[in-house]
Each structure stands twice: as structure tokens, then as C-alpha cells.
């Protein structure tokens, strides 16, 4: 008989899929068998209709310690370039292109390639005790899966290379200062705040949903004019949405929408 997965756990529970990562022995690091079941979760939980949020964590007192760095390369195994193109980054382009929104419920440390996990994220919400640690330089390694992409991006430029080349630590207070986390809060809280984001996401129309995080990721890139023509483009698609006529319809009567993603 096959077996399941045995380092990533998919939980679904009114509309919301809770991705965990589970190998606490070992800080969750990731080696290629958690690498593959994670990309399969993050391909199921797109597929499933009954799933509209997505929560990340990990198990344990780390969210991710990256690479597992017991992992053999070269040889007979992947070269590290391999590794980041064949495992990481099609993982790290399943997280972003997800067309539900995924929220990083962090932990605990966040290091390497776990902090790019959880820089991948749509949004993120931090354990008091959390870190994220831009490990990749310690062990003469450059930051990879997104994070070059993904940090500029949320903390500035100056700030990001400091951040990279230092490889310092944030706590979590510092990572919302710096913008990275939306929100900090207790340790034994964070799964049920995460929940209750997840649960108002999922409470929103699929639809638009999705076509929301695509206008935000054609922006990433375009200009001001190409934005406002695709703006117009998904637009016409939601506008057409048997979602919009639902919102509308609950609008004028008063009531809360029963969006279906239609
Ligand atoms: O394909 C490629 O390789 C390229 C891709 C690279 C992407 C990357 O992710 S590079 C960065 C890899 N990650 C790291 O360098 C982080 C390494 N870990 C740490 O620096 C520290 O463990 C932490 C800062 C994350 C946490 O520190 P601390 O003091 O809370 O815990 P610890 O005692 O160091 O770790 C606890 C256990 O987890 C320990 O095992 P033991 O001694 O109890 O049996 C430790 O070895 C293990 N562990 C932690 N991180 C990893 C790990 N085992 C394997 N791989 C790890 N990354």
C-alpha cells in the first residue's frame, strides 16, 4: 500500500486548509521528501473547491529551518543549483501563484529558505516568540527561493541588504516594525487569530479573490499604465462574475453575500 505523506500535514475544516510542516526533531528543515510533499499539498489545496484560505505553519517551536543542511549534494545527488530550480522553485511559484490566499502563521524561527516560505506568503502573522533569520550567508550560501525578490519588496531596498548581508535576526516585533508581519501576538494565540483571518478570507468570493491576487502580482512588475489596463481586463471578468451579482444582491437586501465562486 502507498504511503501518505509523512512530513506535511493538510488539514481542511470550513474552507480553510491548514499546511503544516512537521518535522519538529529537526526544526522542520526541509529535505527532499518534505520538499515534494509540500509542493503536492500546495497543489491540492489549490484544486479543492472546498478550500477558499490557506494557513502555513510548522510544528513544534520553529515555522522553518530551511535547508536541511544533513542533506547530501553533487554526486550522485542534485547540485545545489539543481535543488533550488527542480525543488524550491516550483514550490515557492505554487505558494505565490495559489489562486487562494495564503497566510503564514510563523511559529516560531523562520531561517533560510523557511524564511523565504514565509516571505511567500500573502500575509503573515507572528508567534510573540518568532524570528526570521536571513541564514544563507552564514554557511556562504546567497539568498534564494524569492527572498531576494520578495524583501526588497517588503522592507525597501537598503534595508533588505543589510538584512542579506549581515544575516542578522529579526525578532518578530522587528518584523512588524519593518512591515514583514501584519500582527504579532501570544504564542498560544496565533492559530486562533490566524483562523479567524483565514475564516474572513474565506468568507469573501473566491472569484474575486483570485483575480485580486493576480492584479497584485501583474503590478509587481508593470507600470503604472500596463497596472490600470489589466486592472480594467480582471475587472471585466469579476464584473461578469455570478460572485458580483451576489454581492450586489446582498448589498440592496441587506444581507450577508453567499458567495459560490462562480
Ligand atoms: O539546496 C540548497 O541547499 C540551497 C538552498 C538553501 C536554502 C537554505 O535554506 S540555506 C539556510 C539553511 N538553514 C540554516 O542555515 C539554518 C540552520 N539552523 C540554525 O541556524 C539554527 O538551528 C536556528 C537559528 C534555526 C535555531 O537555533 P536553535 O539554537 O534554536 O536550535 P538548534 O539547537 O540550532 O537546532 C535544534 C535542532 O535542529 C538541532 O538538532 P539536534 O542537535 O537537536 O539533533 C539542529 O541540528 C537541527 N537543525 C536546525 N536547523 C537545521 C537542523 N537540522 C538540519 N538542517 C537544518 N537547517
Not at 505523506?5 to 522542520?28: G, H, M, Q, Y
Not at 529558505?113 to 556562504?140: M, N, Y
Not at 508593470?222 to 462574475?241: P, V, Y
Not at 444582491?249 to 450577508?256: D, E, Q
Amino acid at each position: 500500500m502507498a504511503e501518505g505523506p509523512k512530513f506535511v500535514r493538510v488539514d481542511v475544516a470550513e474552507r480553510v486548509a491548514t499546511i503544516t510542516l512537521s518535522r519538529p526533531d529537526a526544526l522542520n528543515a526541509l529535505d527532499r521528501p518534505m520538499k515534494t510533499e509540500l509542493l503536492a499539498a500546495l497543489r491540492q489545496v489549490d484544486r479543492d473547491p472546498e478550500v477558499r484560505a490557506v494557513i502555513l505553519t510548522g510544528d513544534g517551536r520553529a515555522f522553518c529551518a530551511g535547508q536541511d543542511l544533513n542533506e547530501p549534494f553533487g554526486g550522485d545527488f542534485p547540485t545545489l543549483e539543481d535543488e533550488v530550480r527542480d525543488r524550491y522553485n516550483p514550490i515557492i511559484l505554487a505558494l505565490r501563484r495559489l489562486s487562494k490566499p495564503v497566510i503564514g502563521a510563523i511559529n516560531g524561527v523562520a531561517a533560510g529558505a523557511g524564511c523565504s516560505l514565509a516571505l511567500a506568503c500573502d500575509l503573515r502573522i507572528a508567534a510573540e516568540g518568532a524570528s526570521f533569520v536571513l541564514a544563507f550567508g552564514r554557511i556562504g550560501l546567497v539568498p534564494d527561493s524569492g527572498t531576494s525578490w520578495f524583501l526588497p519588496r517588503l522592507v525597501g531596498s537598503a534595508r533588505a541588504a543589510e538584512l542579506a548581508l549581515a544575516g542578522d535576526s529579526l525578532t518578530a516585533a522587528d518584523a512588524e516594525r519593518l512591515g514583514i508581519v501584519s500582527r504579532v501576538v501570544p504564542g498560544d494565540a496565533l492559530m486562533t487569530e490566524a483562523g479567524a483571518l483565514a475564516a474572513r478570507l474565506a468568507a469573501g468570493s473566491p472569484r474575486a479573490m483570485a483575480l485580486a491576487k493576480r492584479a497584485l502580482a501583474y503590478a509587481e512588475s508593470a507600470t503604472l499604465e500596463e497596472a490600470l489596463n489589466n486592472e480594467a481586463f480582471l475587472q471585466g471578468i469579476a464584473g461578469r462574475s455570478a460572485d458580483h451579482a451576489e454581492g450586489l444582491a446582498a448589498f440592496r437586501a441587506k444581507r450577508p453575500p453567499r458567495f459560490t465562486g462562480e
